[in-house]
């Protein structure tokens, strides 16, 4: 018997066409903000890129997003509300005011933790993801770290940072030809996960420990406070 729908696929799916209309005005705007946000995997990007029609686009990004899941539908929820797009397409001011948990069978583990996280989110640049103390943990450091993981990153993936496997191979699909791409989008959805406990020392913690643990040498400029 199927699951009941997150809340964030239910809104998505009950706005689509109203997003398609509005949406459609600048379609590759949209894209390209969704692709930043690794929203898409690489071979979705190019199906939605390659549709003549802007209003296609949409949808398919629309349907896209809705088929990768809650976090997928979460994180273009929360770009739509995003000053960038708002100043794109003032029709979207709607979404300000719009909670995912007034839909009664949506609720989420998300959701019920409250919603100071994911507006705090919204102003996040996009190279900068996880919090390290008052500042933020780039990605060029996660792209370090995921140069020094190599090809033990599933076992690292669920038994260091507890990600379900599940997940693992959602990634290993999306990014089939490059093991550090792969890694790197394992510790990006990580900090998804951490948020504000998503620090550089907490990551160096779990990369330390166990069988899997990484060479110091390899990961200890993450506590460097320069």
Known sequence: MAEEPAGEIQLLRSLKAKLIDILSADADFVLQHADSRFLLSPHGYKQVKALPVPSEQVRDLLDHVIQRGPEAAQGLLQLLKHKDLQDTFPLLAFLKDLQVNTLP?????????????????????????????????K??????????????????????????????????EDYPHNLVDRVFAMLRYWCT???????????????SQGDRALPPESIDFLLETS
């Open 193 to 207: 996960l951490q948020r504000k406990n998503a620090t550089a020392a907490q990551l160096h913690s779990l990369l």
């Open 105 to 137: 069978a949506g609720e989420t583990e998300t959701t019920r933790k409250g919603k100071t996280a994911p507006e705090s989110e919204e102003t996040t640049p996009s190279k900068q993801i996880c919090k390290k103390g008052s500042r933020l943990l």
């Open 139 to 172: 990605e060029k450091q996660l792209m370090l770290v995921a140069g020094a993981i190599g090809r033990s990153w599933r076992e690292i993936g669920i038994l260091a940072l507890s990600i379900p496997s599940v997940k693992l191979e959602q990634i290993e």
